[in-house]
């Protein structure tokens, strides 16, 4: 190994620390790495535009342009309170329809617009039960993170990995859909063992929370009903456009025949129309959806791109492929090694650097084996791995601070605990589904 | 404050920004606080009526009955008007308005109380000739809340859907009230 290869490393690891204890913002210490290796000519200008995914970060880009404009109508306070009503007061049914919502909005909507949103709204809920608020949060956060993992779009390790591999829409539902099912019901299960006893309230509780829920009026919490129909409409079309990205040609060739057949959308593309269909029909202030785009994590992406572009150029990226391929003899044996290594050191890292780092090794293996699968395998272990700790997954982060704010402490052992026997039933569950597909 | 502690706050300036508190003040529009999610000591209320203030919406009554307070309903029949007819007109038919209007005040104290004893309160009637500011201001002063109507007195306009008389009660009080 040469001494650039070194100073590449060293970048990496003193760069992953910093993001790790975060007292530098996650997107300077991203940055300020990417500028050291770019400095010393590690990465050249022609490679740097190479290893910066823009698929990520445009993709990234359009879906918080969609999120914030729709965010301004009130739509996630509203499905915040027909969620709470609709459960009629039963605790057990807050937490199961709080989940289910959760995990469906994560897996097409920005996982920290979701929790950000509902969150406040179970602690609300939680206090008017007098229950203990634990149990509905960290259920928030693992639904979230198993929602996410369901769709190319749901968690940002999906899109950086769908990006980088040339993934469609579709074959995310197909090969992780069925395991954020299983998964979810599993978690579902698991939430009602540990808390549905402790979760009883006596009737006169129950008459006052349906009393006091039914007072909420969900068209207060739409400011701008126009705005609202807009978002709605939008979001299903940008959703129906994510479905048919790869087959947009032969649709559009149906009815306009100029139109390429074999033509695809990207998903960023996708993203970005939805955009600007968004920003062109609710007639919402540029300036002031730009703004709330969320700038730094942007840069944090790109940063990360950067140094792990710089392990690829002094080849430290080939010596570790290199490693694995001869140790490992078959896809099912990187499937495994590949889901676990990723799914614990996503409990450490976060799974974002995490993923951006696993990517271009999966990348080197593609000469010697079908990686394929290996692409599930990663997104799994790096979306599932988001439940291990409280640090693990921006979701957590979100959910925990906001509950710290609150008063509520959540131990970092007490949620590692959880977190990790989570982490350990769903990512098995979800490799025994995988191994089906692909081993068996 | 523990590492773990300032490591979650940190990383959470770092993802949410300032976005938490505008979620917060979005849902403080329609969500109540803790603070007024407790219901006050109200024992007594005061609900005055009159010829303009005739009936009272359901959300009042929900109101009301989420205190099991006793409820004082008052009519009170405008002392003024009484004193300018029996100025200008003859006694018995003075006699007959001040008749006419203690019937109505009595039927509609009957419709008023029945409605809120079959939600469970406890109510007390009272009808009397009064200066209708003074004696509410006045009578205010022996109950914990006031209901009061936006119709009290009379003389609301497009302009202002309070009546002055209702206003100006309301400067005076220093108890709390419910304006329906």
Excluded at chain 1, 339 to 360: E, G, Q, R
Excluded at chain 2, 25 to 42: A, D, N, S
């Amino acid at each position: 190994m040469n001494g650039v290869a070194l100073i590449a490393i060293v970048v990496f690891l003193l760069t992953y620390i910093l993001i790790i204890d975060e007292r530098i913002h996650r997107a300077v210490a991203a940055m300020a790495g990417a500028a050291v290796v770019v400095f010393l000519g590690i990465v050249p200008w022609d490679s740097l535009l190479e290893h910066l995914d823009l698929g990520t970060i445009f993709l990234l880009m359009g879906m918080m342009i969609i999120v914030n404009t729709a965010r301004n109508s009130g739509l996630f306070e509203y499905i915040a309170i027909r969620t709470a009503k609709f459960a009629k007061g039963s605790p057990i049914l807050i937490l199961v329809f709080f989940m289910l919502v959760t995990a469906v909005v994560s897996a097409f909507l920005d996982n920290v617009t979701t929790v950000l949103l509902l969150t406040p709204m179970l602690l609300y809920v939680a206090s008017l039960m007098k229950l203990n608020p634990i149990p509905f949060l960290v259920a928030e956060i693992f639904a979230s993170n198993i929602g996410g993992a369901a769709t190319l779009i749901g968690d940002p390790p999906n899109i950086m990995i769908a990006s980088s591999a040339g993934l469609s829409f579709n074959e995310f539902i197909l090969n992780l859909g069925p395991i954020a099912a299983v998964d979810m019901v599993i978690l579902v299960g698991l939430m009602y063992l540990l808390y549905g006893r402790t979760m009883k309230v006596t009737p006169e509780e129950r008459q006052v929370l349906v009393k006091t829920l039914n007072g909420l009026d969900e068209r207060a919490a739409i400011r701008d009903m126009a705005l609202f129909r807009k978002s709605v409409i939008v979001i299903l079309f940008v959703v129906f456009l994510f479905f048919i990205h790869d087959d947009i040609g032969a649709i559009l060739h149906t009815v306009l025949p100029f139109v390429d057949p074999a033509m695809t959308l990207e998903p960023a593309e996708v993203a970005l129309i939805g955009a600007a269909l968004i920003l062109f029909w609710s007639r919402e202030a540029p300036e002031m959806i730009f703004e709330k785009v969320e700038w730094p994590a942007l840069f944090f992406f790109g940063g990360l791109f950067v140094i792990v572009g710089a392990l690829v150029e002094t080849g430290v990226i080939a010596e570790i492929a290199t490693f694995m391929i001869s140790n490992v003899s078959t896809t099912g044996e990187a499937m495994i090694i590949i889901t676990w290594f990723a799914a614990f050191a996503s409990a450490i890292v976060d799974n974002i650097p995490l993923t951006a780092a696993m990517i271009p090794l999966i990348h080197d293996m593609s000469g010697t084996m079908d990686v394929y699968p290996l692409w599930w395998a990663l997104s799994l272990g790096a979306c599932l791995g988001g439940n291990g700790s409280a640090i693990a997954a921006s979701a957590n982060v979100v959910v925990l601070g906001i509950a710290e704010r609150e008063g509520i402490a959540i131990s970092f052992i007490d949620f590692l605990k959880l977190g990790m026997l989570v982490l350990v039933i769903t990512v098995a569950v979800g490799l025994g589904i995988l191994w089906m597909m692909y081993v068996v | 404050m523990g590492y773990y502690s300032s490591l979650l706050q940190r990383k959470f300036k770092d993802v949410v920004g300032k976005r938490y508190e505008t979620v917060l003040r979005e849902y403080g529009e329609f969500l109540l606080t803790k603070e007024e999610m407790v219901v006050p000591e109200i024992e007594s209320v005061l609900l005055p009526l009159d010829a303009f203030a005739t009936g009272i919406p359901d959300e009042l009554v929900d109101v009301l009955s989420a205190y099991n307070a006793t409820v004082s309903l008052t009519y009170i029949v405008d002392a003024q008007v009484y004193s300018l007819l029996t100025k200008t007109l003859d006694r018995d038919t003075t006699e007959e308005f001040r008749r006419k209007k203690e019937e109505h005040g009595r039927q509609l104290l009957d419709a008023i109380s029945r409605r809120l004893e079959n939600s469970g309160m406890t109510v007390r009637t009272r009808l009397f000739i009064g200066q209708k500011g003074d004696d509410v201001v006045q009578m205010a002063e022996e109950y914990d809340m006031i209901a009061l109507s936006k119709r009290y007195g009379g003389g609301e306009t497009e302009t202002s859907s309070i009546s002055p008389l209702a206003l100006r009660i309301c400067q005076r009080l220093s108890i709390p009230a419910v304006i329906y």
